[in-house]
Each structure stands twice: as structure tokens, then as C-alpha cells.
């Protein structure tokens, strides 16, 4: 009877899905009109690429949307935190080109409200508009209105997209040379500050695109969605495989409902209560050889590995981040730490890349400071910096601890769990 017990316990377990925070919808709606031309190759190279490569949680949906005379969805992609996932989509995208002649802002904004509302409700969604402002309908558009109509209709959008899971960010790029030279006499060009509009009555936020420096551009949006993550928690773990077929420049992506393949379920859980069976009929034979093994490697390992995984976290900021805070680090190597770019990354208070790095030697971790006026109460490296406060304090005086431990993986625990039970039961 006990053993029945132990094999559905472990049963519940192996069945049960691992969670690494909510998964989101991220919807860009990017301008293609021909004066974003001067932006959109690093837009996709590099802002849209970094968000994808740091902030993407297996499980995800990304929703490319793209509007000029008129907008469409571009693709419906599903990231799985691989370097050439992310690669695949950044190429496809790249097939865009912004050469259209007119902008239709409006229908744009009202495409993006329906699309977005469109998606189940019960997943958080960031969604982002990449645009220069600019309205400018072809001919036969039904927004070609007075500068006062199209104000009323963008506050009314604007007002729709407030909603309590979604988090709407504008990205304002800078006008293109011929818009910038024909602002003063162009009636096109003279509605420029429908983003403002757009931003009050929605509650956003404009953040000013900056070529220079692409971490300014993401920071504020990548402190966003770990509070996303974790204020949005859903009973929905549907998982979908992807597959994906391509027409021309367009890219159309179908969903499988996994759910259906019952067989592939059924098979599976077999085959893992025939392991777990196996397992327990030789517990006794082999769980004291095993502990003594395991032991060994690991302090062989600790002492004399390659490399280890550590994981930091910063009091009060999300952890809920995926693995975005989770990094091996070899030997006689190190880790960089701060906002933008580094491998550990702050985003709860802003500071810049590069502030401090963590060094291993093989047998111990060392915090060293790079930048020290950020670190006004150390007067030095910490040595054995694990499950060690160390304090931070940013420009504007906001302070923050910064911890760092040995990093388990959900696996390892589970295997833990594991071999407690086998000794609980011997």
C-alpha cells in the first residue's frame, strides 16, 4: 500500500507542468511608411531583437503587426529562448520593407485595439507602437477628417486600451529629413501630436526612440513585464506547437492544440510509471551506492568543475523573470552586472550596464565592483559572495541589496524529492 502511494505521488509530479512566471501575449504594431526608413533596420536588428532574446519565456505569444495606407499581421510567432529561434524570426521580419507612401494612423490604432482584443483575455499583454507619429491617409481613406475629428476618435482608442492586464507603451521615432524640412507647410505632417493625444487618454507613456543608445529604449519596457508576469495569474496552460508556412513576404502560423494528442499523453505516462516501477524495485540494492556517488561527484564538481550556475536576485525586484538572472560561469571567468545589457540584470531601480562583475576561480565566487560610487559601503571585492547582502545605492539615492546563490534546477528538486521518498520509505 505504501508503495502504491509513493508511485502516484511521484506520478502527480512528473504530470504536473513547470511554471517559470505567466506567460504573455507581446503584440509590436511597427510603422512602414517610408519615413521610418531610416529606423526600421535597427529597430529589427537590434530593439526588437534584444527584446526578444532577454524577455521572451518559453510559452510566449509575439504578434508582429505592421500599418501604413493600411495595417495587417505580419506573423504570430511562439519563441522558444533559443538564440536561433529568435534569429528565424528576426530574419523573416526583415523581409519588410517601409517604401509605403501614406500613413493611416488612425485605422492603424483601431486595428491594433481589435487585434489585441481579439487574443484571450485571460493572458497579459504588452503591447508597443513603434511609430513616428505621423498622419497622413491615402485619398480614399475614411479618416481623411479635420485635425478636431481625428483627435476625438484616437482619445476614444486610446481610452480603450486601458485596461487592467494590458501594458501599452508608445516608442516615438524622430521625424525622417523630408518630414522634418516640410513640417511648417505640410498639411500631412502637421498632426504630429496625436501621440500626445493618443498617450493621455490611454494612460501611456512616450518614450523617445534613441539611436544612440538602444538599453535607454528597452529599460523601461523590460521593468515592465516581469510585474506583468506575476500580476496576471491565469488558469490557462494550454500549450500549442507551431508550425509555420511562408507565402511571398508574409508569414502565416497555425496552431495545434496539443491537447488533442491524447495518445501522445497516455504513452508518455506510461513509459514514466514504468521508470518510476523500475526505480523503486531496485531501492534498496542501489540508494546507498547512489548517495555516496552523488556526494562524491558533487564535491568533486564544486571543487575541481568547469564551470557552475548561480542565480541573482535583487530585494524587491521580480524574480519571476524566466532564466534572464540564471548564468554559468567558467572558470576563471566572469559575469557582468547593472541595467541595460549586462548578464545580471537590475531593472527594479535603473542603473547603467557594466556597474559590477562576478568572478569565479573554480572553487569560489567574487563579487568585484566596477563602478565604486555605486557601492559606497564596500570598500572592496567580497570574496565568498554567495547568500551574501551586498548594498547598491543608484544615482538618485535609491537603494538595493543584491544577492547571489547556487542556482537548483526544477529537475534537481524534483530528484531530491525523489530520493527523500525512497529513504522515507526504507
Known sequence: ??????????????????????????????????????????????????????????????????????????????????????EGVINKI??????????????????LYDFSNSLPQERPKLILLLTDGIHDPPPESKYNLESREIEIL??????????????????????????AANSNNSESSTNNNYLDVLADNSESEIIEYNSDSQEDNLTEIESEIPELRNDNITSDNT?????????????????????????????????AIALIIVLLIYRTKSSGNIDRAVKKTANKKKIEGKSQQIEMRVKMQNPKIGYRNIHQIGRDNYKSIGGGKSAFLIFFIKFPSHIAEVHWNGKDFTFVPVRTDFF???????????????????????????????????LDKINNIFNKVIHSYN
Not at 96 to 110: C, G, N, S
Not at 257 to 268: F, G, M, T, V
Open 376 to 410: 559606497p559601503e564596500l570598500k572592496g571585492p567580497v570574496k565568498k559572495c554567495l547568500n551574501k547582502n551586498i548594498p547598491a545605492l543608484s544615482k538618485k539615492g535609491h537603494s538595493i541589496t543584491i544577492n547571489f546563490f547556487e542556482y537548483i534546477s526544477p
Open 239 to 271: 500549450t500549442n506547437d507551431i508550425v509555420a508556412s511562408e507565402t511571398g513576404e508574409n508569414v502565416t502560423i497555425y496552431l495545434i492544440d496539443l491537447s488533442k494528442n491524447l495518445l501522445l499523453y497516455i504513452i508518455i505516462a506510461v513509459l
Open 154 to 179: 484616437i482619445g476614444q482608442i486610446g481610452q480603450k486600451m486601458r485596461k487592467d492586464n494590458w501594458v501599452f507603451k508608445i516608442i516615438k521615432f524622430p521625424l525622417g529629413i523630408n518630414e
Open 94 to 111: 526583415k523581409l519588410v520593407q517601409p517604401i509605403a507612401l501614406y500613413t493611416d494612423f488612425v485605422e492603424a490604432l483601431q486595428s
Open 1 to 86: 500500500m505504501r508503495l502504491f502511494f509513493i508511485i502516484v505521488f511521484l506520478c502527480i509530479i512528473v504530470s504536473s507542468p513547470l511554471s517559470f512566471g505567466e506567460n504573455i501575449d507581446l503584440i509590436v504594431m511597427v510603422d512602414i511608411s517610408a519615413s521610418m526608413d531610416a529606423y526600421f533596420n535597427e529597430v529589427v536588428s537590434y530593439f526588437i531583437n534584444d527584446l526578444l532574446s532577454n524577455n521572451i519565456n518559453s510559452g510566449d505569444n509575439f504578434y508582429f503587426l505592421i500599418f501604413s495606407s493600411r495595417s495587417e499581421q505580419y506573423g504570430m510567432f511562439k519563441i522558444d529562448n533559443e538564440p536561433e529561434s529568435v
